[in-house]
C-alpha cells in the first residue's frame, strides 16, 4: 500500500538541510507521497529508507511493454477498480492464436489479416496488437520457422510465445528476442528453466497455475529467480471463472497491497462459437485482462471488440472532442454548403462521414460544446443560437463563402427563427434530423 506523507517523512533524515530543492524534510514527503519529487533528490536518505520506501512507491499493478516500437501495448499500471473512480489507463492487448502446424500460406494469411486488422473509430487507430504462436506441431525446428515467418509478415505485432517446451521456446525467443516477445509460460513444473530463458534474453514471462494461491507461489518462485516483468493466467476459461480470477487479482493488487498478484492479467477465450468467444473477450476486456488471446479474428469481431475497449478506457469525466474549426470535406470551394454541428467526437466522426459519403463537396463548422451532442449541448445551453452566431462571426467563413446560408442539424430545428436574427443576412436551413440522412439531403440540393 502507498504510504502516507507523515508514513514517509519518518523515514527521511530530518535535518531540514533544503538539498531536495524543498524547505523542509516533511514538505519532501508531502512531494513523495502525491508522485510530485523524485527521492534520488535527497543524497542523505540512508539505504534501508531507500528500499523501503522505493517498495511503497512501486505501482500496485507492475507496468511494462509487450512488443516493441510505437505499436507497443503497456501492460499493467491500472490504479483503480471501477473506471468511474477514475479512469482506467492502459488499453487491453487483443491477440489471435496461430498454431504453427499450419501451412505457410495459411501462417502467412493469418498473420498478414493481423497486419490489416487497424481501423480507424472516433480518430483512434485501433487494431489487434498481438499473435499468440502455439507450439502445436511437437517440432522446436517448425516452431521456430512458424514464429520467424509470422513475426515478419505481422512486422508490428507483438508475439506471444505459446509454448512451454523450454528447449523450443528459447529456440523462438532468440529468433524474435528483438521483438521482445512475451514467454508464455512458466508453470510450477518448468518455473526454472522459463525463469532462466525470460533473465537471459529481456522478456516477460506468464506465470500459469490453477487458482490464485498456486498462482502467487508461483510469481514469487518466478521474482526469486529474477523475473519481474510477470503476466498472469489464473487458468480461468468461463465467463464465471474470468470474472471471479480476474475480481480477486485487481482487489488483491489494489485493495491489499498483495506484491504477488500485482501483474497484468492475459485470458484465453477460445470459443468454438464465435459469438460466444466475442461475448467471453469482451467479458474479459471490461473485467481487467490486460491481454485477451482469441482463437481467430473476423472483422465484426475486431469492430465489437475494439468498441467496448475504446469506450472502457476513455476517461469517463472528459468526453472525447475534436477541435472547434471549419472543416473542409471532399475539397470543397466557395459555393459549398455549409452545415454545423458540435465537437462530441462521436457527433463529428458520424456526420463527417455521412457527408463524405454523399460525394457532395462541403463545409462542417464545429463548434466548441466542450464534447457534448447536440441536443445534450443544446439543453445545457452551450449549443444556443447567440452562441452558434458568434461562432459562424468569429469563424472568418464569411470571407471564404460566397453565399450566406447555414444548415443546422435537425434535431434542434427550434434555433432558426432565432438564429436568422442573430445572423443578419443569413439563411438557415433545418438539416436531416440523423447523420444517415445525410447523403440524400446533401445530394437533393446538389441535383
Ligand atoms: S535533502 Fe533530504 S534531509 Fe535535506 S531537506 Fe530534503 S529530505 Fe530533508
Not at 489507463?89 to 505457410?104: E, R, Y
Not at 492479467?265 to 467471453?280: G, H, L
Request: with cysteine; net charge neutral; charged share 25%.
Amino acid at each position: 500500500m502507498a504510504l502516507t506523507g507523515v508514513q514517509i517523512f519518518k523515514l527521511l533524515p530530518k535535518t531540514n538541510c533544503k538539498k531536495c530543492g524543498f524547505p523542509t524534510c516533511l514538505a519532501f514527503a508531502m512531494a513523495l507521497a502525491q508522485g510530485k519529487a523524485d527521492l534520488s533528490k535527497c543524497p542523505d536518505v540512508s539505504e534501508e529508507s531507500k528500499k523501503m520506501l522505493g517498495e511503497a512507491s512501486a505501482p500496485p499493478i507492475r507496468t511494462f511493454d509487450l512488443g516493441t516500437g510505437d505499436k507497443a501495448v503497456k501492460l499493467g499500471g491500472e490504479t483503480v477498480l471501477f473506471r468511474h473512480d477514475k479512469k482506467f489507463f492502459n488499453p487491453c492487448a487483443l491477440a489471435v492464436n496461430i498454431k504453427d502446424n499450419l501451412s505457410d500460406d495459411e501462417l502467412v494469411k493469418k498473420a498478414t489479416e493481423v497486419s490489416q486488422s487497424e481501423m480507424e473509430r472516433v480518430g483512434q487507430k485501433l487494431r489487434i496488437d498481438a499473435i499468440s504462436v502455439e507450439y502445436a506441431s511437437g517440432s522446436s525446428a517448425q516452431y521456430e520457422k512458424a514464429v520467424r515467418l509470422v513475426a515478419e509478415k505481422a512486422p508490428a505485432a507483438a508475439i506471444i510465445l505459446n509454448c512451454k517446451d523450454a528447449a523450443a521456446a528459447e529456440a523462438a525467443v532468440k529468433a524474435v528476442a528483438v521483438r521482445k516477445p512475451l514467454l508464455y509460460c512458466a508453470t510450477n513444473e518448468n518455473a526454472e528453466a522459463m525463469a532462466g530463458i525470460a533473465k537471459t534474453h529481456g522478456v516477460p514471462l506468464c506465470a500459469s497455475a490453477q487458482g490464485l494461491e498456486a498462482l502467487s507461489s508461483l510469481t514469487e518462485k518466478l521474482q526469486a529467480l529474477g523475473v519481474n516483468d510477470i503476466v498472469l493466467d489464473s487458468g480461468a476459461k468461463s465467463v464465471k471463472e474470468i470474472v471471479e480470477n480476474n475480481t480477486q487479482i485487481r482487489r488483491a493488487a489494489l485493495k491489499k497491497g498483495f506484491k504477488p498478484l500485482g501483474f497484468p492479467i492475459i485470458n484465453f477465450v477460445f470459443r468454438d462459437d464465435s459469438i460466444q468467444e466475442a461475448s467471453a473477450a469482451s467479458v474479459a476486456i471490461a473485467k481487467y485482462a490486460s491481454i485477451v488471446v482469441l482463437s481467430g479474428i473476423e472483422k465484426w469481431k475486431n469492430l465489437a471488440l475494439f468498441t467496448v475497449r475504446q469506450n472502457l478506457y476513455t476517461d469517463p469525466q472528459v468526453p472525447m472532442q475534436v477541435e472547434q474549426k471549419i472543416y473542409g470535406i471532399s475539397e470543397p470551394d466557395a459555393n459549398s454548403p455549409l452545415m454545423i454541428t458540435t465537437n462530441f467526437s462521436l457527433t463529428y466522426f458520424i456526420v463527417s462521414g455521412e457527408i463524405e459519403n454523399s460525394k457532395v463537396p462541403s463545409l462542417l463548422a464545429v463548434m466548441d460544446s466542450e464534447g457534448l451532442s447536440v441536443l445534450t449541448a443544446w439543453a445545457a445551453g452551450k449549443f444556443t443560437a447567440a452562441k452558434i452566431a458568434q461562432f459562424i462571426k468569429d469563424s472568418g467563413i464569411e470571407g471564404r463563402i460566397s453565399h450566406r446560408e447555414l444548415i443546422i442539424p435537425g434535431q434542434v430545428a427550434i434555433l432558426s427563427g432565432a438564429l436568422e436574427d442573430k445572423l443578419e443576412g443569413w439563411k438557415i436551413t433545418v438539416g436531416p434530423r440523423e447523420a444517415n440522412a445525410i447523403p440524400t439531403f446533401l445530394r437533393g440540393r446538389a441535383s
